[in-house]
Nanobody, 118 residues
Framework: QVQLLESGGGLVQAGGSLRLSCVAS????????MAWYRQAPGKQRELVTI???????DYIDSVKGRFTVSRDNAQNIVYLQMNSLTPEDTAVYYC????????????WGQGTQVTVSS
């Protein structure tokens, strides 16, 4: 299991930016997939973006062009840069780590709250 600790959430006005950080307890270059999920009040948790250790990234349509995921392998940190935030981005954001072989979740963070005011 990997320990993950998120930070960087907060309250921001619509149109603003936040950068979330996820610090891992192990070498993230060895983690196949790092992902960010979010869960808004009354809604199911949804996958926002993934970052693979061979350099691929993917995003859900609603955040494409606004959010950017990146890895700092030296510091074992995964970042989520969020720009042009809207109230619909309000949620608790969770960091997630997964292996490919076998395919399984190997860690969840505790979450960090992001609130976007209109």
């Amino acid at each position: 299991q990997v320990q993950l600790l998120e930070s960087g959430g907060g309250l921001v006005q619509a149109g603003g930016s936040l950068r979330l950080s996820c610090v891992a307890s192990t070498n993230i270059s060895r983690i196949s997939i790092m992902a960010w999920y979010r869960q808004a009040p009354g809604k199911q948790r949804e996958l926002v973006t993934i970052s693979t250790n061979d350099g691929d990234t993917d995003y859900i349509d609603s955040v494409k062009g606004r959010f950017t995921v990146s890895r700092d392998n030296a510091q074992n940190i995964v970042y989520l840069q969020m720009n042009s935030l809207t109230p619909e981005d309000t949620a608790v954001y969770y960091c997630n780590a997964r292996s490919r072989h076998p395919p399984r979740v190997i860690g969840w963070g505790q979450g960090t709250q992001v609130t976007v005011s209109s």
